[in-house]
């Protein structure tokens, strides 16, 4: 029973455009998210968080969406650059799961110049 | 300031073997965390610890998978006598506070395990 899944297993987006990245959970329980950055041989890096009690967390070129009604958040990266090109997964906390993160399966992004 | 890391980087064993993996966290993160990352999934939780003391192990696959963290510093993950489904990206994060709170998991570069 996967929690937390990422429905694009990739996304190939022209550097400069907006790239946005999809998730969905189905645990109500979660209340806090997070979407961390992988490059190949590295362990992920978090990159930006949202609480359940936000609908919008924004740094930088990077904003998280959350729309807790349709359990569904969204990372917007703009502009994409091409060292944007990395695995993302979205994570989940919370609720019965407690200190642990449950992670999507990954969505492979490439940037292209 | 160092990050988390990792040690071996990469072990083969052939099956039956016991292997040790061993993370190193940020200096004065009371909580350690290992997941399993199978080849084009995201990672699984394992196990907790905050300092010493493992909180929950509810992700262990098996009997044959052993965490301990025994002066809440260093954590070694064991396997016992292990299988080819055993074959997957073994994980470490930590975080500097306890208990429930929105801190920041910081992952190592993990161990990446091949049975034979």
């Known amino acids: 029973d996967q929690q937390v899944k990422q429905n694009s297993p990739s996304l190939s987006v022209q550097e400069g455009r907006i790239s946005i990245l999809n998730c969905d959970y189905t645990?109500?329980?979660?209340?806090?998210f997070l979407w961390y950055k992988k490059y190949p041989a590295e362990g992920p890096t978090f990159l930006i968080s949202?609480?359940?009690?936000?609908d919008k967390n924004e740094d930088g070129r990077f904003t998280v969406f959350l729309n807790k009604s349709a359990k569904h958040l969204s990372l917007h990266i703009v502009p994409s650059q091409p060292g944007d090109s990395a695995v993302y997964f979205c994570?989940?906390?919370?609720?019965?799961?407690?200190?642990?993160?449950?992670f999507g399966g990954g969505t492979r992004l490439m940037v292209k110049p | 300031g160092a990050g988390v890391s990792q040690s071996p980087r990469y072990k083969v064993a052939k099956r039956g073997q016991d292997v040790a993996l061993r993370c190193d966290p940020i200096?004065?993160?009371?909580?350690l965390f290992w997941y399993q990352q199978a080849l084009g999934q995201g990672p699984e939780f394992l196990t907790y610890?905050?300092?010493?003391?493992?909180?929950?192990k509810s992700g262990l696959p098996s009997d044959r998978f052993f965490a301990e963290r025994p002066e809440g510093s260093v954590s070694t993950l064991k396997i016992q006598r292990t299988q080819q489904e055993d074959s997957a990206v073994y994980l470490c994060?930590?975080?500097?506070?306890?208990?429930?709170?929105?801190?920041?998991?910081?992952f190592g570069p993990g161990t990446r395990l091949t049975v034979l």
């Open positions: 994570a989940a906390r919370g609720g019965n799961a407690g200190n642990m993160l449950t």
């Open positions: 645990n109500s329980m979660f209340d806090y």
């Open positions: 949202i609480s359940s009690i936000k």
């Open positions: 200096s004065g993160h009371v909580s």
């Open positions: 994060a930590s975080s500097s506070r306890t208990g429930y709170s929105t801190d920041t998991q910081y």
């Open positions: 610890f905050q300092n010493e003391a493992q909180l929950d």
